[in-house]
C-alpha cells in the first residue's frame, strides 16, 4: 500500500443558481497532511464530495495518482484507493468491529466463513499502529474508539487518500491528540495521504504540511503550514481582520432559582453508570457551565432535560413549578434547548429552512394559543428574519436544511432556540463544527441571553469555552456533580476534578 497524490483543476459547483465552487484548484502531495480550511458554508464539504463522487462538478476535473480520473460515483473513488472518514459515523452500532469491517468490503462473499475472515482480520491488526477491540459492538466504544474503527475500517478497504471531515468535533482534546498522532503515523510511514477539514488552527499547526484556504467557493490561498500563522490563516479565511466580539457578562444572577434539579437518577447504559446527581441550580442572568470529559452523563443529562429519557428518580423544576419536559410545559415555561448534533436531534433534515425554523411555534399564534392552520405568511417572515440576524448561509430559506453546511446548520437551530423570550436555555456544545467567526458569534448571544435575564446550562467537553462563559462551574464525573469552581477557576485544577484526581 502506498500513499496517493490527487489534484483538483478548475472545479465549479452549482446548486441551482447558487455557486458552491468557483473554478478551483487544489494540489495534494502524496505522503502528507493537507488540512482544508474555510469559514462555515465555504465549500470544504462540497469540494471533497465531489473527489468522492457523492457530487458531480459542471466543469473542471480530478487528477488522481498522476492520471485523469472519472469519478461520477463513490464506488469509483473507492475504485481509485480514494476514502472518506465522515463527522458523523457510518459504522452499524450494533454490529462488532469485526463484522462491520467484513462487511463493508465490495467483495464479502455471501456466505462469510468466519474463520477464513478472522485470519485475514488478525493479520490486517498486526500491521496496524494501533489497536481497537474487534469483538465488541460499536456501539459500547468511546467517541475516540469508533473514530479509530472508521480510520481502520478505510484502511482495510486499502484506501490510500483518506478524507476526514472535522474527525475531531466530537472528541475530547486527549482523544483529537490521539486520533491525529496516529493518521500522523501513517502518513509518514507512506501508507497514506490525509486530506483533513478543521476548524481549529491548532491542528492544523501541529499535524498538517500544507494548506489550503477556501472562501465563499474560492480558493484564496494557502502554502506550506510552517509559513502561515493563525492570524494569516484566519485573515485567509474572512477575507479581513478578525476583531472577535467582547463578551462581558452585566449585571449579578438572580437571587430565586429558575432551573432546579434534585436527586436526579437514571439507569446506566454499556457498563456506564446512570446519572446521580444530587443538585444543579440555576439563577436568571446566570450561566452554569458544566464541565466534564466526554461520556461522564452529559448525553443523558441533556436527554432527561429535554424529555428524551426517563429519570427513575428525581425532581425537575422550574421557578419552582414541577417540570418534566413535555412540549406544552416547555412552551408555557419558555424552557429551549439546544440539543448535540442538531442536524440529527434538532430538526427534520428533509424540511425546509422555513419549516425548521417554526417547528417550535407553528401550531401557535403568537399569544401561545393553539392553531389549525398554518400561518405560511408569518413562518416565511420569521424565517428571512432568522437567516437575516444570524448570517446563516442559504441558497434560500425553501432547501431542505440537510442542504445547508454543519456550521450553518448549528445556526439555524440557534436562531430557532433564541427566538422570542427565553426563561430558561439549555444548551450543549455550541460550537462544534464552528468558524472562528461563527464561535465569537454565538458565544457571544448565548452570553446576551444570560444578560436578557435567562437561567442558561451550558454543558460543554471544551474547558476553555466553560470558564470563557460560566458564572459558575460544576464538574460532571461518572453521572454525579463532583465539584464546583467559581468563575474564571484554574483549567489545571478543574481538569483534575474532570478525570478524578482532584
Ligand atoms: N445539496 C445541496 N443543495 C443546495 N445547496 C448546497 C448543497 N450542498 C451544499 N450546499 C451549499 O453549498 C455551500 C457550501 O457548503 P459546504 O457544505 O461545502 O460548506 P463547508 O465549507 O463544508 O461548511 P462547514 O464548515 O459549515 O461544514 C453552502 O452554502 C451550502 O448551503
Ligand atoms: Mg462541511
Not at 267 to 283: E, K, Y
Not at 462 to 483: N, Q, Y
Request: hydrophobic share 45%.
Amino acid at each position: 500500500m502506498k500513499a496517493i497524490g490527487v489534484e483538483a483543476v478548475n472545479v465549479t459547483k452549482r446548486f441551482g443558481a447558487f455557486t458552491a465552487l468557483d473554478d478551483v484548484s487544489l494540489k495534494v502531495r502524496p505522503g502528507t497532511v493537507h488540512a482544508l480550511l474555510g469559514e462555515n458554508g465555504a465549500g470544504k464539504s462540497t469540494l471533497v464530495k465531489c473527489l468522492l463522487g457523492y457530487n458531480l462538478a459542471e466543469v473542471g476535473s480530478f487528477i488522481v495518482d498522476g492520471r485523469e480520473a472519472h469519478i461520477t460515483q463513490p464506488q469509483d473513488a473507492g475504485r481509485l484507493g480514494i476514502g472518506m472518514v465522515y463527522q458523523h459515523f457510518t459504522l452499524v452500532p450494533s454490529m462488532t468491529v469485526a463484522e462491520n469491517l467484513v462487511m463493508a468490503r465490495p467483495d464479502v462473499p455471501r456466505v462469510i466463513n468466519w474463520s477464513v475472515e478472522r485470519a485475514r482480520l488478525a493479520t490486517f491488526m498486526a500491521g496496524m499502529p494501533f489497536k481497537i477491540p474487534l469483538d465488541v459492538p460499536v456501539d459500547s466504544l468511546a467517541a475516540g474508539e469508533r473514530q479509530k474503527a472508521e480510520i481502520l475500517k478505510q484502511l482495510y478497504l486499502e484506501r490510500r487518500l483518506l478524507v476526514l471531515d472535522e474527525p475531531t468535533s466530537t472528541l475530547t482534546p486527549q482523544e483529537s491528540q490521539e486520533v491525529l498522532g496516529l493518521v500522523r503515523s501513517l502518513v509518514q510511514a507512506g501508507t497514506i495521504t490525509v486530506i483533513i477539514i478543521t476548524h481549529k488552527l491548532k491542528e492544523v499547526a501541529a499535524f498538517a504540511d500544507d494548506v489550503s484556504v477556501l472562501r465563499r467557493g474560492k480558493m484564496v490561498g494557502g502554502g506550506a503550514v510552517a509559513a502561515l500563522s493563525a492570524t494569516d490563516l484566519t485573515t485567509l479565511m474572512i477575507g479581513e481582520k478578525h476583531a472577535p466580539a467582547i463578551i462581558e457578562r452585566l449585571g449579578a444572577p438572580g437571587a430565586t432559582p429558575r432551573l432546579a434539579v434534585h436527586n436526579l437518577a437514571t439507569l446506566g447504559d454499556h457498563g456506564r453508570p446512570g446519572l446521580n446527581i444530587d443538585a444543579i441550580v440555576v439563577h436568571p442572568r446566570e450561566i452554569v457551565g458544566i464541565a466534564g470529559v466526554s461520556g461522564n452523563g452529559q448525553t443523558a443529562l441533556l436527554e432527561v432535560l429535554g424529555g428524551q429519557r426517563f429519570a427513575t428518580s428525581g425532581t425537575i423544576a422550574i421557578a419552582d413549578k414541577p417540570y418534566h419536559a413535555r412540549r406544552d410545559e416547555a412552551f408555557a415555561l419558555k424552557v429551549r434547548v439546544l440539543p448535540e448534533e442538531p442536524l440529527r436531534n434538532g430538526c427534520v433534515p428533509s424540511m425546509s429552512v422555513e419549516d425548521n425554523a417554526s417547528l417550535r411555534r407553528f401550531d401557535r399564534n403568537d399569544d401561545g394559543s393553539p392553531r389549525r392552520w398554518l400561518d405560511r405568511k408569518r413562518m416565511s417572515a420569521r424565517a428571512k428574519t432568522m437567516i437575516a440576524a444570524y448570517g446563516i448561509r442559504t441558497p434560500s430559506k425553501d432547501v431542505p436544511i440537510a442542504a445547508l453546511s454543519g456550521g450553518n446548520v448549528q445556526r439555524a437551530i440557534l436562531a430557532r432556540e433564541l427566538d422570542g423570550a427565553v426563561d430558561v436555555f439549555i444548551v450543549a456544545n455550541p460550537c462544534f463544527g464552528l468558524d472562528v467567526k461563527a464561535v465569537a458569534d454565538i458565544r457571544a448571544r448565548i452570553v446576551a441571553a444570560r444578560n436578557g435575564g435567562a437561567a442558561v446550562l451550558l454543558i460543554s467537553e471544551d474547558l476553555d469555552e466553560i470558564r470563557e462563559l460560566s458564572d459558575r462551574i460544576l464538574v460532571m464525573r461518572d453521572g454525579a456533580i463532583v465539584f464546583e469552581a467559581p468563575a474564571g477557576a484554574d483549567a489545571q485544577m478543574i481538569g483534575s476534578h474532570m478525570v478524578g484526581h482532584g
